[in-house]
């Protein structure tokens, strides 16, 4: 059974960073693309960036464009994201997913960031 276990969320500062980790288990990690999406307290759920199986092509959404990083390692199964410069703006309960279960509306807890002085 695929799972999604998402980490290392807290409290940080504007300006601070801190760094995401998603490992998964039940399905073969290094076939599937990965991405992360964040939902902020009242709004939708929102992609924020997504990374290629093997690692070598990434995109992110506008508002993260330069200030976040997402990578892989699909030796641990594991994808993570790297938060830099955070604003309040991205406070919000983060998720990694793969397309294939999304699909079939699997979501793991996430991990709630929260950016405030």
């Known amino acids: 059974q695929a799972q999604l276990v998402e980490s290392g969320g807290g409290l940080v500062q504007p300006g601070g960073s801190l760094i995401l980790s998603c490992t998964a288990s039940?399905?073969?990690?290094?076939?599937?693309?990965m991405s992360w999406y964040r939902q902020a307290p009242g709004k939708e759920r929102e992609l924020v960036t997504t990374?290629?199986?093997?690692?070598?092509?990434?995109t992110y959404a506008d508002s993260v464009k330069g200030r976040f990083t997402i990578s892989r390692d699909n030796a641990k199964n594991t994808v993570y994201l790297q938060m830099n410069s955070l604003k309040p703006d991205d406070t919000a309960v983060y998720y990694c997913?793969?397309?294939?279960?999304?699909?079939?509306?699997?979501w793991g807890k996430g991990t709630l960031v929260t950016v405030s002085s």
């Open positions: 997913n793969s397309n294939f279960l999304r699909r079939v509306n699997y």
């Open positions: 039940g399905f073969t990690f290094r076939n599937f693309a």
């Open positions: 990374i290629t199986s093997l690692g070598d092509s990434t």
